[in-house]
Nanobody, 125 residues
Framework: QVQLVESGGGSVQAGGSLRLSCAGS????????LGWFRQAPGKEREGVAA???????RYADSVKGRFTISRDNAQNTLYLQMNSLKPEDTAMYYC???????????????????WGQGTQVTVYS
């Protein structure tokens, strides 16, 4: 069982930065694939970034070069550094976790088993 709690969301002007955190619990946290997803009102959930237990990362084309995903296994924490934010980045952001053999082939499209409650990011122009 894994529990995930996001933090770090807020309102920021376009061009600004935010850093999201996802604190996890569970003995096997370092063994999971971890991902960030977002969902804007009226839109489908979108995979933003993912990182496997070995540090391999994947990004959605819409955030490449602007967002960076990282994990600190010693602290059981996942991060998403978001730079050059745009109004279209406005959404509820969720972190997710699951075993690699379940999600590693499509880490940005898979339906992860464990989810946080979300943190809101609003980017205004």
């Amino acid at each position: 069982q894994v529990q995930l709690v996001e933090s770090g969301g807020g309102s920021v002007q376009a061009g600004g930065s935010l850093r999201l955190s996802c604190a996890g619990s569970g003995y096997f946290y370092s063994s999971y694939c971890l991902g960030w997803f977002r969902q804007a009102p009226g839109k489908e959930r979108e995979g933003v970034a993912a990182v496997d237990p070995y540090g391999t990362t994947r990004y959605a084309d819409s955030v490449k070069g602007r967002f960076t995903i990282s994990r600190d296994n010693a602290q059981n924490t996942l991060y998403l550094q978001m730079n050059s934010l745009k109004p279209e980045d406005t959404a509820m952001y969720y972190c997710a976790a699951d075993w690699p053999d379940v999600v590693e082939r499509t880490p940005l499209q898979s339906n992860y088993r464990y989810w946080g409650q979300g943190t809101q990011v609003t980017v205004y122009s």
